[in-house]
């Protein structure tokens, strides 16, 4: 099933929000079991590229046209999980559909749906070796083509923030706002990525991972080569908008 939201790359424009509603009972209606269905398939993609261990890690998506999103339960098993895994809130984050808890990350998620129209998708993991650059507040510097295709430059670094309230989403849209990139480092905690639908956060958090990984192994041989700024932005610009069908 596909998404019901485009691929093109994010610009972000913050916006008001609301405050915190009371949470609601958990029921399951079965309200937008298809759109449940594909989130839910996506999370094969974190556990097939490695991105998560045991119940970690969540992807959500915007219900197109309405005030909803749709996140993983919380603790639910990879191997268990199917639409009824997934739960439908309300842009305060509170659930309005569905017997499963949701991800404790839902404040934060819903802090950036509230804040940024332009985001449809997100993804949080702890992919090893981006969250090991997380755990040293180091952003991930742009020094390989693949870089500058899909993120415009380096992966920044996110501020420290609890979890259980919409600290984290405060600090992914602050960070966020001048950066091209739909990934950020949240400092000791791991990555969030933003996307157009929630496919396109999904890839972002496969290329986090991947990028991390080889820039690391770069740097066990020497200092990494920057790319020139004029080659980035040339490279950005041909991926978005020359590359692929």
């Known amino acids: 099933m596909t998404s019901p939201h485009e691929d093109a790359p994010l610009a972000l424009h913050v916006s008001a929000g609301t405050p915190r509603a009371a949470t609601a009972p958990r029921t399951e209606r079965g309200t937008h079991q298809a759109q449940r269905e594909h ?19 969540n992807v959500s998506e915007r219900v197109p046209g309405e005030d909803l999103f749709v996140i993983k339960g919380s603790g639910v098993l990879y191997d268990e999980l199917t639409w009824e895994g997934i739960t439908v809130c309300d842009l305060d984050g509170n659930a309005v559909d569905g017997v499963k808890k949701p991800s404790s990350d839902t404040d934060a998620h819903a802090y950036v749906y509230r804040h940024v129209p332009e985001v449809n998708g997100q993804v949080h993991t702890h992919s090893p070796y981006a969250t090991a650059w997380a755990a040293r507040a180091e952003p991930i510097p742009c020094v390989l083509t693949a870089m500058a295709d899909e993120f415009g430059g380096p992966i920044p670094v996110g501020p420290f923030a609890l979890i259980g309230d919409d600290s984290i989403g405060q600090g992914i849209v602050a960070t966020l706002r001048d950066s091209r990139s739909p990934a950020v480092l949240m400092q000791n905690h791991g ?7 929630a496919k396109a956060a999904v890839k972002a958090a496969v290329m986090t991972e991947d990028v991390a990984r080889t820039v690391h192994l770069s740097r066990q041989l020497g200092e990494p080569l920057p790319i020139a700024q004029s080659d980035v932005d040339s490279l950005y610009a041909r991926y978005q908008n020359v590359y692929g069908q």
């Open 191 to 197: 990555v969030f990525t933003i996307g157009p639908s």
């Open 39 to 57: 989130v839910a398939a996506l999370h094969v993609e974190l556990t097939r590229n490695g991105l998560v261990t045991w119940t970690s890690g």
